[in-house]
């Protein structure tokens, strides 16, 4: 069935485009109809097809749905996850073993026709490509060839998509292995490490206990023993050694046929995982040039003294004497690093205790990236949509990094930056733009018994970060400061116009804490919001609102927006090509909806945003996004662009406001729509 009226299709469409539930009222404002219209469109719909789920938090795709009363369009959307289902199961199946597969058996185990299974062969063909295999074909039969090691990496895949998301990681690897004693298999991994007086962390124990599981796993099955392109370990390191322990257990307790390449392989994933007492360069290949790229010390430390004006402290040499693994020189190098990327984004390094352990994180990661063998990439999709400006400051860091050690910094990897640097970058944004946000706190109490000097004493051990305090006097000092007031906190009930007022015990209990807690964030959050929609006005311009331009790669709209910021004259030439570079070391996409591609440098000779928006899609990588905002930076407004990113990004979070924003006609209709966002 092909509805007439294309209202139940928007409907449609507006639900299947988000994965949690969207309200009657987000769509009733997108669609610029009536609550009570969506509700019996909706009721009309499912009269054809239960495709609708409905609660009392709004609705929700049905993804079991009938879908053959409904329109094509949208039906293609709900099949789209029982194709992925199909196509999982299917490169599951050919992956998992080494022998050939007949064709028409291999479409009757999973349920469907031999010409569906040669489409999907086709789709499976270029995935496996994407991991350096091919899908070998001799009439009937088809087989997987290609190294076991990436046959290694595409299992490892496979499992991280088929467990759902907060499954406890040892849980996941039981559920999906079920003969195999991965708890045993952990021990045995702990105990291997232990005996060479090495640690390990947790993070990486659980990708090691993955690899090695996987292993396990196909030695137990009696496959993947042909010759894989691995890099062979030297058996005097440390790896090896805990490596052939490992193997050795697996092959004694588990009854596991481990081979000599098994041992490689485990070797291979420990580099960079495990905490060693002592590193030379003989033992590792990063390490092991003679013209050594770590002991290029002093160019760079002057480097860092003419871009940055501050000297390399004492307390870095005073760490190189206490962590005598790493090579000399290296946490100088670091943090040179690290104060030229904070001085570029206006930023103060504050903390000094973060360095040893961030150089150490470092020196493994750059072990893990020469051998293609990143972390887990477990945190960085919840670090770049939670905290976006940590996220790009870190990928100028890892950027840095990689241009100083020769090496491409994974996107997993610059996830574990983030999280080492989080809490830094965090102090730092908050010393540069929110100490200017302080709250003006008035405390008007009484004088009886200290009453009001121990509450304001309460007051700034509290909250001395968020507010500036003055303690109203009966001489009348306070008076002056009551117009910049933005909250009176008393002991007296009182009323002072146009100013809230928080009335609290004179003993400053547990629901007073919590009170003045949340008035204070209350006021600082509003206070952000209205200097983020006063800064969104101000870099949003209408010959710059571009829709539906017929250009669906990201290459194209990359180019366009670029070209169309440099002939308003805000950027300078070179522009676009610094955006590509940007974002080819990672992607500006967030929530798989839409983009805020930018420049490496903020060389732009005004602050200005380029938005494009295509109502059928663009192709962002893996994503079909509908919005894309580019930022052309001056680099005066350094720290506005941390407010405009991460209020940008916790704005279109949403995937309902995102298509209320597409729906917009004309600039004005968009910049009103995102300003109001902005304030919900």
């Known amino acids: 069935m092909v509805w007439p009226d294309d209202r139940k299709i928007k409907i449609l469409d507006m639900i299947a485009a988000s994965d949690t539930y969207v309200t009657g009222k987000a769509i009733s404002l997108a669609l610029n109809i009536s609550v009570r219209t969506v509700q019996a469109e909706v009721a009309a719909i499912n009269k054809e097809t239960n495709a609708v789920l409905s609660s009392n938090r709004g609705y929700l795709l049905n993804r079991d749905a009938d879908t053959s009363a409904l329109h094509t369009e949208t039906r293609q959307k709900l099949l789209g996850s029982k194709e992925a289902i199909l196509e999982h199961a299917l490169l599951k199946h050919v992956i998992m073993t080494d022998a050939s597969l007949q064709v028409d058996e291999l479409a009757e185990d999973h349920f469907i026709s031999t010409s569906l299974l040669e489409k999907k062969l086709n789709i499976l063909s270029v995935k496996l490509q994407s991991f350096g295999l091919k899908l070998e074909r001799e009439k009937r039969y088809i087989k997987v060839i290609g190294d076991e090691l990436s046959k290694r990496k595409i299992i490892r895949q496979l499992i991280y998509d088929e467990i759902p998301e907060g499954s406890g990681h040892k849980a996941m690897l039981m559920a999906y292995f079920k003969n195999i004693a991965v708890d045993r298999i952990e021990e045995i991994i702990l105990k291997s490490i232990q005996t060479e007086d090495c640690g390990i962390d947790q993070t990486y124990l659980n990708t090691l206990l993955t690899n090695v599981v996987i292993a396990v796993y196909r030695a137990k099955m009696?496959?993947?023993?042909?010759?894989?392109?691995?890099?062979?370990?030297?058996?005097g390191t440390k790896e090896y050694r805990i490596a052939k322990k490992i193997c050795l257990s697996c092959r004694d307790e588990l009854q596991a046929g481990m081979t000599e390449k098994d041992t490689e392989y485990i070797a291979l994933q420990m580099e960079g995982c495990i905490r060693m007492e002592?590193?030379?360069?003989?033992?590792?290949?990063?390490?092991?040039?003679?013209?050594?790229?770590?002991?290029?010390?002093?160019?760079?430390?002057?480097?860092?003294?003419?871009?940055?004006?501050?000297?390399?402290?004492?307390?870095?040499?005073?760490?190189i004497d206490r962590t005598d693994i790493l090579p000399k020189g290296f946490m100088d190098e670091l943090y040179t690093i690290l104060l030229s990327v904070f001085n570029y984004y206006m930023l103060d390094i504050h903390d000094k205790d973060f360095l040893p352990s961030f150089a150490l994180h470092v020196m493994g990661m750059l072990q893990r990236t020469g051998n293609a063998q990143p972390a887990e990439d477990d945190l960085y999709q919840s670090v770049k949509r939670t905290s976006p400006f940590i996220h790009d400051v870190s990928v100028s860091i890892a950027r840095k990094i990689g241009e100083r050690y020769h090496v491409m910094v994974p996107d997993a990897e610059i996830g574990y930056i983030c999280i080492h640097?989080?809490?830094?970058?965090?102090?730092?944004?908050?010393?540069?733009?929110?100490?200017?946000?302080r709250i003006h706190v008035l405390l008007y109490g009484s004088e009886y018994q200290q009453v009001q000097n121990n509450l304001a004493q309460k007051l700034l051990d509290n909250f001395s970060d968020l507010i500036e305090l003055l303690v109203y006097k009966e001489n009348g000092e306070g008076s002056l400061f009551l117009s910049s007031t933005d909250l009176v906190i008393t002991t007296k009930p009182m009323h002072f116009i146009g100013k809230p007022v928080l009335l609290i015990s004179p003993f400053y209990s547990m629901m007073d804490h919590l009170a003045i807690d949340k008035?204070?964030?209350?006021?600082?959050?509003?206070?952000?919001?209205?200097?983020?929609?006063?800064l969104l006005a101000s870099f949003f311009h209408e010959k710059l609102f571009f829709r539906n331009k017929k250009l669906n790669e990201k290459e194209e709209v990359i180019g366009f927006l670029g070209e169309q910021l440099e002939a308003f004259g805000v950027?300078?030439?070179g522009f676009t090509e610094s955006v590509m570079k940007r974002e080819a070391l990672s992607s500006t996409c967030f929530f798989d909806t839409f983009a805020i591609p930018h420049a490496l440098d903020m060389n732009a000779r005004q602050t200005m945003v380029g938005v494009y928006i295509s109502e059928k899609g663009i192709k962002w990588n893996d994503s079909l996004i509908h919005v894309v905002l580019m930022i052309a930076v001056d680099q005066k407004?350094?720290?506005?662009?941390?407010?405009?990113?991460?209020?940008?990004?916790?704005?279109?979070?949403?995937?309902?406001?995102v298509r209320m924003l597409v729906l917009s006609d004309t600039h004005e209709e968009f910049l009103n729509r995102l300003i109001e966002m902005n304030m919900i």
């Open 222 to 235: 009696d496959i993947g023993k042909e010759t894989g392109s691995y890099v062979k370990r030297k058996e």
């Open 278 to 319: 002592k590193m030379t360069a003989k033992e590792h290949p990063a390490l092991g040039q003679e013209d050594d790229m770590f002991l290029q010390k002093e160019n760079d430390i002057d480097t860092c003294k003419e871009d940055t004006n501050q000297e390399v402290p004492d307390f870095v040499n005073e760490y």
């Open 421 to 437: 640097l989080g809490y830094l970058i965090e102090k730092a944004v908050w010393s540069t733009i929110f100490k200017a946000h």
């Open 519 to 534: 008035a204070v964030h209350n006021l600082l959050q509003k206070r952000e919001k209205e200097q983020h929609g006063r």
């Open 571 to 573: 950027a300078a030439e």
């Open 637 to 657: 407004d350094r720290k506005q662009f941390m407010e405009v990113y991460n209020g940008l990004v916790r704005i279109f979070e949403k995937p309902e406001l």
